[in-house]
């Protein structure tokens, strides 16, 4: 099975930085896009940002200027870099990747676990 393992949560101040990493695992043939969504309580999840095989990428007007998406094709992995961060960043953030497993000729999605991010002095 495909499994996505989230790191790089934890608890940071207002105006700090953290970098959130996603590895993708199992019997991959290929993954196609790759994205960051995030869940805060009461809220529906929401897509922070996203990235394509060929390192396209698109973000939340809320985070535009402040997060950075970028990817590691050989290692399967995502990454969310986050600088200027607010409490409303508060969330949990989940990985998301479309891919193919191999003796399957589709893609699916797949989530990691979630991590949790707090912002708070």
């Known amino acids: 099975q495909v499994q996505l393992v989230e790191s790089g949560g934890g608890l940071v101040q207002p105006g700090g930085s953290l970098r959130l990493s996603c590895a993708a695992s199992g019997s991959i043939f290929s993954i196609n896009d790759m994205g960051w969504y995030r869940q805060a309580p009461g809220k529906q999840r929401e897509l922070v940002a996203a990235i394509t095989s060929g390192g396209s990428t698109n973000y939340a007007d809320s985070v535009k200027g402040r997060f950075t998406i970028s990817r590691d094709n050989a290692k399967n992995t995502v990454y969310l870099q986050m600088n200027s961060l607010k409490p409303e960043d508060t969330a949990v953030y989940y990985c998301?990747?479309?891919?193919?497993?191999?003796?399957?000729?589709?893609?699916?999605?797949?989530w990691g676990q979630g991590t949790q991010v707090t912002v708070s002095s």
């Open positions: 998301n990747a479309q891919a193919r497993p191999y003796y399957i000729g589709n893609y699916y999605p797949y």
